[in-house]
């Protein structure tokens, strides 16, 4: 790992033991290693998403927890959209940090326990317009280099479990290089 970079904060954080499409906002979460947020639907070491429990339910979990950046939101807003945090399903709301541009593998550093590893993006869905038509097409769009850009978040693995709440800081540890850029996952 390299040195330190980077620092944002914690904005919200939340969780729903149900698979729906936005979750409930929390005073705090408890990161469990290797395993994702305790109570929350997504929590396993094999993949809990139902479209890809149905594809193989033996792939490891590599969507444990969800970040989303609070400066998308306000982005949003800007064309005529109404999110806050947890309305998009996300664990953790963060600002600060342009989490899309990190690299896989890059370790975040929450509070004063917990550490997540980042595995990719988050592949937004349809349920997304269904919620806010026109959404959809603003967080997954092809790029002026004709490659797809999401939006939509982050997705990651829990190296070391603990605290999560408004208010902690995030600091941001770079893997070795080469950098790979983010993927769906």
Sequence with gaps: MQDEILEGVVRAVSLDDRHAFSKKLKDSIRLLEGLGVEGDAHMGEKVQHRSRVRANPDQPNL????????????????????????DMGENITTSGIDLLSLPTGTVLQIGAEA????????????????????LLKELVFKGEDGALVRKAGIMGIVLKGGTVKPGDGIRVMLPAKPWRKMDRV
């Design 115 to 134: 550490e997540v590893e980042i595995t990719g993006l988050r592949n937004p869905c349809n349920q997304i317009e269904a919620w806010q038509p026109g």
């Design 63 to 86: 969507r444990q927890v969800h970040l989303m950046h609070q400066e998308l939101f306000e982005e949003m807003a800007l064309k005529g959209f109404t999110i806050q945090p947890a």
